[in-house]
C-alpha cells in the first residue's frame, strides 16, 4: 500500500523536479521576463497551492481521498501544458499557476495516513521522501542535461504525460482507503478546522514547514545564478550527486531515530540548526559578502550539504508528526492546512527571492537565518507524540444509542487518544496508548454497551 502511494507521488513529482532546476534561468530568456517574473515562475506555483491544501484536505475527508486526488492531477495536467506553449514570461507563469491549483499533497499524506499504523508512520512518510528525493536527484542530475537536449517545453509536456499516468495508476493499482467520520453524531463541519488551528503543536509544524519551503524555493531561484559564476549549467550535477546521496542515508537515519519516543523533536531541533547554519553559509559567499569571492565555490558547496542534511531530517518528520498529532477524522483537513503553510513558504520564498536577485542576495539569506532561528527557538516547546495502538471494534447490529454510549465511554477511558467511526459507522477506529490500555479492556467495554450495560 506505501509503494503504490509512493509510486503514485514519484509520476507525479519526476517531471515537475526535472524542470525545476532550470525555471529560474528559462523564465529570464523568455520575452517579457523581469527579475519579479523570474521569481515568481517559481514561486506562484505555492501560491495556489497554498489557497487550494485547505479546501481539498476538506474534501478528501467529506468525499474520499481517490476522487479529489483525480481532480488535482488533472489540474496539474492542464497547468503543464500550458507551460509547454508558453511563449512569454507572463504566460509560462499562469501556467505555473495552474498547475498549483492541483493541490494534491494533503490528500497524499492522508492517504498514507489512513493505510498506515502510527508505529511505522515515520517510516512511511520516508518512503514518500525518498521518492521526492529520488525525483529531485533525477531533476537537479538530468534536468539541466535533457533542457539542452530536447529543450524545456518537451520536459512540461512530459510532465503531462508523466501526470496522466498517475491518474491510471491511481485507480487501477491503489487501493481505496476507508471512509472515516468524526466521532461526534455530526457530519464534517468547520469546527474540525478551528480544532486543527487551535492544537499549538500542529501550528508549530505549520509555521515549521513554511519557513523550510520558503528557504528551499529561494535557493531554486538564486543557486543557479550563483553556481554558474563557477560552474556550467549543464555540468552542475557533479556536485549535486553526492550532496543528494548524503541526503538520502541522513533521511534513513532521521526516520529510526525519529521513530523512537522521545527523539522527535530532537531530531527536529537537529535537522533545524542545520539548515540555519546552511543560510549562514550560503550569506557569506553569496556576491560582495565578507569572504566572496575567495572561497565562493567551497562555502558554496559546505551550505548544499548542511542544507540537504537538514532538509532530509524535516520534511519526513515533519508530516509524520502531524498525522499522529491530530485526529483521524480530520487528517486531511490538518495535511490541508500544513501544505497550505508548506505552498505559501514556496510562494513567499519565490516572490522575495525575485525582489533580491538582483539587490541584495546576502541580506536575503541572513533574514532566512533569523527566521530559521526564531522557529528552532519556538520549536523546543514542540511535544513527542506517544506511540499509538489502533483497534478496529465492528459494530454490526448495534442501536445508534449504544455507539453513541460507547463513544463516551471510550473516551473517558484513560490511555485512549481518539476514536472515528469508518465508513456506515459498521466499525470503530480507536487510538490508544498500550501502556495505559489493552485491547481486552476496550473489547469488553464495547461487548458490555452491547449487553446493555449502562454503569
Not at 478551528?194 to 492544537?199: G, S, T
Not at 513558504?345 to 533574514?367: H, S, T
Request: with cysteine.
Amino acid at each position: 500500500m506505501v509503494g503504490g502511494v509512493t509510486a503514485l507521488f514519484t509520476l507525479r513529482m519526476l517531471g515537475f523536479y526535472l524542470v525545476l532546476p532550470v525555471l529560474s534561468t528559462y523564465a529570464e530568456s523568455l520575452p517579457g521576463s523581469t527579475p519579479i517574473l523570474v521569481g515568481l515562475s517559481v514561486g506562484i506555483y505555492g501560491f495556489t497551492q497554498c489557497l487550494f491544501q485547505v479546501p481539498f484536505g476538506a474534501w478528501s475527508d467529506r468525499w474520499g481521498r481517490k476522487p479529489v486526488l483525480t481532480l488535482g492531477l488533472l489540474l496539474f495536467a492542464v497547468g503543464s501544458v500550458i507551460c509547454a506553449v508558453a511563449d512569454t514570461a507572463p504566460l509560462l507563469v499562469a501556467g505555473r499557476l495552474v498547475q498549483g491549483m492541483g493541490a494534491i499533497a494533503s490528500v497524499v499524506v492522508a492517504m498514507l495516513a489512513d493505510l498506515t499504523r502510527d508505529e511505522v508512520r515515520t517510516r512511511a512518510m520516508v518512503a514518500v521522501g525518498i521518492s521526492i528525493g529520488g525525483s529531485f536527484s533525477i531533476g537537479l542530475l538530468f534536468g539541466p542535461v535533457a533542457a539542452e537536449r530536447i529543450g524545456i517545453p518537451s520536459l512540461f509536456w512530459l510532465t503531462a504525460v508523466l501526470t496522466l499516468l498517475a491518474v491510471a495508476f491511481l485507480w487501477l493499482r491503489i487501493p481505496t482507503p476507508p471512509r472515516i467520520s468524526h466521532h461526534a453524531e455530526v457530519e464534517y463541519s468547520n469546527d474540525h478546522l478551528l480544532e486543527v488551528m487551535a492544537n499549538r503543536n500542529l501550528l508549530r509544524l505549520d509555521l515549521g514547514t513554511f519557513n523550510l519551503h520558503m528557504s528551499l524555493t529561494v535557493i531554486f531561484v538564486t543557486m543557479p545564478f550563483l553556481l554558474r559564476h563557477f560552474i556550467p549549467l549543464g555540468h552542475q550535477w557533479r556536485i549535486f550527486l553526492p550532496l543528494l546521496a548524503t541526503g538520502m542515508a541522513v533521511m534513513l537515519l532521521g526516520a529510526r531515530l525519529a521513530e523512537r519516543p522521545g527523539r522527535s523533536r530532537s531530531v527536529a531541533l537537529s535537522g533545524q540548526a542545520l539548515m540555519t547554519g546552511a543560510l549562514a553559509v550560503f550569506a557569506l559567499s553569496a556576491p560582495a559578502s565578507a569572504l566572496q569571492p575567495g572561497a565562493g565555490l567551497t562555502l558554496l558547496t559546505l551550505g548544499l550539504f548542511l542544507f540537504i542534511g537538514g532538509f532530509a531530517l524535516l520534511e519526513p518528520l515533519f508530516p509524520a508528526l502531524l498525522t499522529r498529532l491530530c485526529q483521524q477524522a480530520n487528517r486531511g483537513t490538518a495535511a490541508g492546512v500544513f501544505n497550505m503553510s508548506q505552498f505559501s513558504g514556496a510562494f513567499v520564498g519565490g516572490l522575495v527571492a525575485g525582489f533580491f536577485l538582483k539587490k541584495d542576495v546576502e541580506a536575503l539569506f541572513w533574514v532566512l537565518v533569523a527566521t530559521s532561528t526564531l522557529w528552532w527557538i519556538w520549536a523546543l516547546r514542540l511535544h513527542d507524540p506517544r506511540h499509538l495502538t489502533l483497534l478496529e471494534l465492528h459494530m454490526n447490529g448495534s442501536s445508534p444509542e449504544e455507539k453513541r454510549l460507547l463513544v463516551r465511554r471510550l473516551l473517558k477511558m484513560r490511555g485512549v487518544e481518539d476514536v472515528a467511526w469508518k465508513e456506515n459507522r459498521s466499525a470503530l477506529l480507536v487510538r490508544y496508548a498500550a501502556e495505559s490500555v489493552g485491547a481486552e479492556e476496550l473489547r469488553a467495554e464495547a461487548a458490555g454497551v452491547s449487553a446493555g450495560e449502562t454503569s
